[in-house]
């Protein structure tokens, strides 16, 4: 202040000023000529005037001593930058703070006068420009604690398993093995972890009050909010989980997707109901005692990683899907389903609307997109062309597909339950198939169930009439209902089926099985029944007989051991009724006859045909030859 330095000080000033006032007064009081009124007067002014110089004298030296203690403040700070002082002694910048306060507070409130205000500021001045450097200090302190005490997830704990699967539309998809979910384990009875020390939580807090209390809460929040907001970003690089614009997910390819996805699932999961449950309790413990600002840290720090998911999720809605991506749209909603409670806590302040909003739509995206994907679904197995015979009349790999697909799809059956409630259409078949089932109970999924398996049914229908061979198409139906039962019956897929689902397929392919045998052997039995035999008794006759039997059951072999029925149990059923029907006709016509039959004519044993037969629906062609 070298403008100040030729002038009295404004104390010394007033001092000369109460001085000459009380000489004037002295000198007036002895006067002799003034009544005793005014003399008493007189004595009362210098005696106010003479307390006035004490007061002045007492603050004026009071004023001195403020600005010695202020120096020595300023001299601690300035040795604490100068050596340096470790961060680990900030309980030196905190007993700073306290004097600084103390030191301003008592300046702003005492002034010697009107003159001397310009001292005070100064000194005033001088305090605010140290606590700067006190603040400055403190947020280093701040941000140094908080990268040096950050805490991480044990990679166990972030282990998220999906149940979804990767369907395989072809020939070579035989089955579905289900998985089992394994949720993550907690490390405290409210699903929270220590995303820092717990050792320098007071250590934060006590920042945070002395620098709350300085009107320097606008730059611990900054702080703050910035280092916590790095550190769940280093969790989306441990989550590999990469910031994708929604363009750039709507070009990628499913198959760089479908990893992606499932990364992001264990995200979401991890993320929500593990790191910003416990971010957001971190907040509360260091900023709790400071109204709603924990709060608004909250969203700021977890904001930004919140909708780069939901943009990520938003990309997957929006394209258009084939069946086979509907397990991960599944799962995707499943997750979101999930945590949408812990989304609305979270953010459960107005300022988040938009965040639950943005989050619920979201929701209902998924919903919609996979309603439309399993209609379409549904639409597919209808549409499927029917243009070229299934080799050896085998089980399809559409039946292989659409029921391992089904058998997936219930282990969503809480879910889709609730977005297929309006997807059920009136279809009088499947109607039928629920409408003596008193033991099950009647739900969206289970008639949508249903209503596949019809119209699979229906598309078979249209492929076994490409057989030009009338056995084959129904062992070829025979094959397809078989593994539809057996599938249902096998799995979870019974509880949404039910017993008068299972009674009336399991009718339907024996029915088929009858069919064939009737189409394959009555005309070969007729050439062996006792009324052809008896009508033309005579040994020319016998002998055209065991020769058209030979002829024909020799096409039957050479045809039928090139058919396939894949299940065991199946085939051996069917070998054994069509063995007990030849066999017993054979052995009886043979034995009627066997003084009219001669030897030559025969050219197979019983026991030749029995073996024969057991080489018929093995899918390899072969000839047969006479013993």
Same mark, same amino acid.
Request: with cysteine; proline share 1%.
């Given at each position: 202040?070298? =403008?100040?330095?030729?002038?009295?000080?404004? *104390?010394?000033?007033?001092?000369?000023?109460?001085?000459?006032?009380?000489?004037?007064?002295?000198?007036?009081?002895?006067?002799? &000529?003034?009544?005793?009124?005014?003399?008493?007067?007189?004595?009362?002014?210098?005696?106010?005037?003479?307390?006035?110089?004490?007061?002045?004298?007492?603050?004026?030296?009071?004023?001195?001593?403020?600005?010695?203690?202020?120096?020595?403040?300023?001299?601690?700070?300035?040795?604490?930058?100068?050596?340096?002082?470790?961060?680990?002694? &900030?309980?030196?910048?905190?007993?700073?703070?306290?004097?600084?306060?103390?030191?301003?507070?008592?300046?702003?409130?005492?002034?010697?006068?009107?003159?001397?205000?310009?001292?005070?500021?100064? /000194?005033?001045?001088?305090?605010?420009?140290?606590?700067?450097?006190?603040?400055?200090?403190?947020?280093?302190?701040?941000?140094?604690?908080?990268?040096?005490?950050?805490?991480?997830?044990?990679?166990?704990?972030?282990?998220?398993?999906?149940?979804?699967?990767?369907?395989?539309?072809?020939?070579?998809?035989?089955?579905?093995?289900?998985?089992?979910?394994?949720?993550?384990?907690?490390?405290?009875?409210?699903?929270?972890?220590?995303?820092?020390?717990?050792?320098? @939580?007071?250590?934060?807090?006590?920042?945070?009050?002395?620098?709350?209390?300085?009107?320097?809460?606008?730059?611990?929040?900054?702080?703050?909010?910035?280092?916590?907001?790095?550190?769940?970003?280093?969790?989306?690089?441990?989550?590999?989980?990469?910031?994708?614009?929604?363009?750039?997910?709507?070009?990628?390819?499913?198959?760089? @997707?479908?990893?992606?996805?499932?990364?992001?699932?264990?995200?979401?999961?991890?993320?929500?109901?593990?790191? /910003?449950?416990?971010?957001?309790? /971190?907040?509360?413990?260091?900023?709790?005692?400071?109204?709603?600002?924990?709060?608004?840290?909250?969203?700021?720090?977890?904001?930004?990683?919140?909708?780069?998911?939901?943009?990520?999720?938003?990309?997957?809605?929006? !394209?258009?899907?084939?069946?086979?991506?509907?397990?991960?749209? /599944?799962?995707?909603?499943?997750? @979101?389903?999930?945590?949408?409670?812990?989304?609305?806590?979270?953010?459960?302040?107005?300022?988040?609307?938009?965040?639950?909003?943005?989050?619920?739509?979201? @929701?209902?995206?998924?919903?919609?997109?996979?309603?439309?994907?399993?209609?379409?679904?549904?639409?597919?197995?209808?549409?499927?062309?029917?243009?070229?015979?299934?080799?050896?009349?085998?089980?399809?790999?559409?039946? !292989?597909?659409?029921?391992?697909?089904?058998?997936?799809?219930?282990?969503?059956?809480?879910?889709?339950?609730?977005?297929?409630?309006?997807?059920?259409?009136?279809?009088?078949?499947?109607?039928?198939?629920? &409408? =003596?089932?008193?033991?099950?109970?009647?739900?969206?999924?289970? *008639?949508?169930?249903?209503?596949?398996?019809?119209?699979?049914?229906?598309?078979?229908?249209?492929?076994?009439?490409?057989?030009?061979?009338?056995?084959?198409?129904?062992?070829?139906?025979?094959?397809?209902?078989?593994?539809?039962?057996?599938?249902?019956?096998?799995?979870?897929?019974?509880?949404?089926?039910?017993?008068?689902?299972? !009674?009336?397929?399991?009718?339907?392919?024996?029915?088929?099985?009858?069919?064939?045998?009737?189409?394959?052997?009555?005309?070969?039995?007729?050439?062996?029944?006792?009324?052809?035999?008896?009508?033309?008794?005579?040994? !020319?006759?016998?002998?055209?007989?065991?020769?058209?039997?030979?002829?024909?059951?020799?096409?039957?072999?050479?045809?039928?051991?090139?058919?396939?029925?894949?299940?065991?149990?199946?085939?051996?059923?069917?070998?054994?009724?069509?063995?007990?029907?030849?066999?017993?006709?054979?052995?009886?016509?043979?034995?009627?006859?066997?003084?009219?039959?001669?030897?030559?004519?025969?050219?197979?044993?019983?026991?030749?045909?029995?073996? *024969?037969?057991?080489?018929?629906?093995?899918?390899?062609?072969?000839?047969?030859?006479?013993?």
């Amino acid at each position: 202040m070298e =403008e100040h330095k030729p002038m009295t000080t404004i *104390c010394e000033q007033d001092q000369h000023m109460v001085a000459a006032a009380q000489n004037i007064l002295k000198g007036l009081a002895s006067s002799k &000529s003034i009544s005793n009124e005014l003399r008493k007067t007189l004595l009362d002014l210098e005696i106010q005037l003479s307390t006035m110089s004490t007061i002045n004298e007492r603050k004026g030296n009071g004023i001195k001593l403020l600005e010695r203690e202020l120096q020595f403040v300023e001299d601690r700070v300035k040795s604490l930058e100068t050596n340096h002082i470790s961060m680990a002694s &900030s309980s030196e910048y905190l007993k700073l703070v306290g004097e600084i306060q103390t030191l301003t507070q008592t300046l702003q409130q005492n002034f010697c006068s009107v003159n001397e205000k310009w001292k005070h500021k100064e /000194l005033v001045q001088r305090a605010n420009e140290v606590m700067q450097v006190v603040m400055s200090k403190l947020e280093e302190e701040l941000v140094q604690i908080l990268v040096q005490n950050k805490q991480y997830f044990e990679l166990d704990y972030m282990l998220f398993h999906s149940n979804s699967v990767d369907m395989v539309y072809d020939e070579s998809y035989v089955s579905i093995e289900d998985e089992q979910i394994n949720e993550t384990s907690r490390s405290s009875d409210d699903g929270t972890i220590d995303l820092v020390n717990p050792s320098v @939580l007071e250590d934060l807090k006590s920042i945070a009050k002395a620098m709350f209390g300085s009107n320097y809460h606008k730059e611990f929040c900054h702080v703050f909010i910035a280092s916590r907001k790095y550190a769940l970003d280093e969790y989306f690089v441990i989550l590999e989980i990469e910031k994708l614009s929604i363009e750039n997910v709507l070009n990628m390819e499913w198959y760089s @997707l479908n990893r992606r996805i499932k990364k992001w699932i264990q995200a979401m999961k991890i993320i929500v109901q593990v790191y /910003l449950v416990s971010e957001k309790r /971190l907040c509360k413990q260091v900023l709790g005692n400071f109204g709603s600002v924990y709060q608004i840290c909250f969203s700021e720090i977890s904001r930004c990683s919140i909708f780069h998911l939901l943009n990520f999720g938003e990309a997957i809605a929006m !394209r258009t899907h084939t069946t086979e991506n509907l397990f991960c749209l /599944l799962d995707m909603y499943e997750v @979101l389903d999930h945590v949408a409670m812990d989304i609305d806590i979270l953010f459960i302040e107005e300022v988040d609307s938009f965040v639950r909003e943005e989050f619920h739509k979201l @929701l209902r995206n998924f919903g919609d997109s996979i309603k439309s994907t399993f209609l379409a679904f549904r639409y597919a197995i209808a549409t499927n062309p029917s243009n070229k015979c299934f080799p050896q009349g085998g089980v399809h790999h559409l039946t !292989r597909y659409v029921m391992n697909y089904i058998k997936a799809l219930v282990e969503y059956g809480d879910s889709l339950n609730l977005l297929l409630i309006d997807e059920v259409s009136t279809d009088p078949t499947a109607s039928n198939d629920n &409408s =003596e089932n008193s033991n099950l109970s009647y739900c969206s999924l289970a *008639c949508n169930l249903r209503q596949i398996t019809t119209t699979l049914e229906s598309n078979l229908c249209n492929k076994s009439k490409l057989y030009t061979n009338e056995a084959l198409q129904h062992i070829f139906m025979m094959n397809n209902i078989h593994y539809m039962v057996q599938k249902v019956k096998h799995s979870n897929l019974c509880n949404f089926f039910g017993d008068y689902w299972l !009674r009336r397929r399991v009718g339907m392919f024996q029915n088929y099985a009858r069919s064939y045998e009737k189409v394959t052997w009555s005309s070969i039995l007729s050439m062996l029944s006792d009324e052809s035999v008896s009508t033309c008794g005579t040994k !020319r006759t016998l002998k055209k007989k065991c020769k058209d039997f030979s002829v024909a059951f020799c096409e039957v072999y050479k045809t039928q051991t090139g058919w396939s029925v894949v299940d065991t149990e199946l085939r051996e059923d069917l070998q054994i009724s069509v063995s007990q029907k030849v066999i017993h006709a054979y052995r009886s016509f043979t034995g009627r006859n066997s003084s009219d039959i001669d030897e030559k004519w025969i050219k197979y044993s019983v026991d030749d045909l029995q073996c *024969c037969i057991l080489d018929l629906f093995q899918g390899s062609s072969k000839s047969l030859h006479h013993s």
